[in-house]
């Protein structure tokens, strides 16, 4: 039987064991499958067709992914951030070069907050 610190410990361990995954699973966006799944994700993402995501498509879909920590503030300055070219929205490119870090920042919130719901964490 752990005591209250050593099950701190094994919580806190696996944490960032499952933390190092996650962003490992990140940096792969530039592999081949990495690159397909970015297609994919923009496709779902783009609900009107038309190649470029405004804030409203962005909003949908990170909360799609369960990011409903994510306010309109929030999600104005991913947009911001990704819109290199000013113009309102995001397209492709602008996309591909965003989402890794928007996925890998709150992915890592995600399973936190997924471990927090569940109990692991106190």
């Known amino acids: 039987i752990l005591g209250e610190d050593e099950l701190n410990k094994v919580r806190a361990k696996a944490i960032s064991v499952h933390s190092d995954v996650i962003k490992s699973f990140v940096e792969t966006a530039d592999s081949s499958i990495g690159q397909r799944a970015l297609v994919d994700m923009f496709k779902v993402a783009d609900k009107n067709g038309d190649g470029k995501l405004d804030t409203d498509e962005v909003r949908e879909a990170l909360h799609k992914l369960g990011f409903s920590w994510l306010k309109d503030k929030q999600v104005a300055g991913i947009l911001k951030r990704a819109d290199q070219d000013n113009n309102g929205v995001i397209d492709y490119q602008e996309f591909v070069a965003e989402a890794p870090k928007t996925l890998k920042t ?17």
């Open 106 to 122: 709150n992915l890592v919130k995600l399973a936190k907050k997924n471990g927090g719901d569940l109990g692991f964490l106190v």
